[in-house]
């Protein structure tokens, strides 16, 4: 599956954006996704992600209660509803999907665990 990111762009503090993340040629039927950041100089870590089918969802602590991530398994895509956006959420944002064979109840938020990415998408939130 190819992975497609939209919705990127310049934001100001405390504004809102919702990423999009359309698998093309294939669905996320089994597929854990999730959604990553990398800012200049850091590794790249996970901020917000489901397993497959929907049954959990994982939230990186900066993110709580600000950022949601959902499916429309309809559309084959995956969103990132982001809120209250601070200055350093500012990075590439990249979704991802791991292959599940069977439903599970944890979240892996390892990078290197991931099957297919996406090319990336800039945020930007100025202050």
């Known amino acids: 599956a190819q992975l497609v990111e939209s919705g990127g762009g310049l934001v100001q503090a405390g504004g809102s954006l919702r990423l999009s993340c359309a698998a093309s040629g294939g669905s996320f039927g089994s597929y854990d996704t999730g959604w990553f950041r990398q800012a200049p100089g850091k590794e790249r870590a996970v901020v917000a992600g489901?397993?497959?089918?929907?049954?959990?969802?994982y939230y990186a602590d900066s993110v709580k209660g600000r950022f949601t991530i959902s499916g429309d398994s309809a559309k084959s895509t995956v969103y990132l509803q982001m809120n209250s956006l601070q200055p350093e959420d500012t990075a590439v944002y990249y979704c991802?999907?791991?292959?599940?064979?069977?439903?599970?109840?944890?979240?892996?938020?390892?990078?290197?665990?991931?099957?297919?990415w996406g090319q990336g998408t800039q945020v930007t939130v100025s202050s």
């Open positions: 991802a999907a791991k292959y599940r064979r069977y439903f599970s109840n944890t979240y892996s938020t390892a990078p290197s665990e991931y099957d297919f």
């Open positions: 489901m397993t497959r089918g929907g049954g959990m969802t």
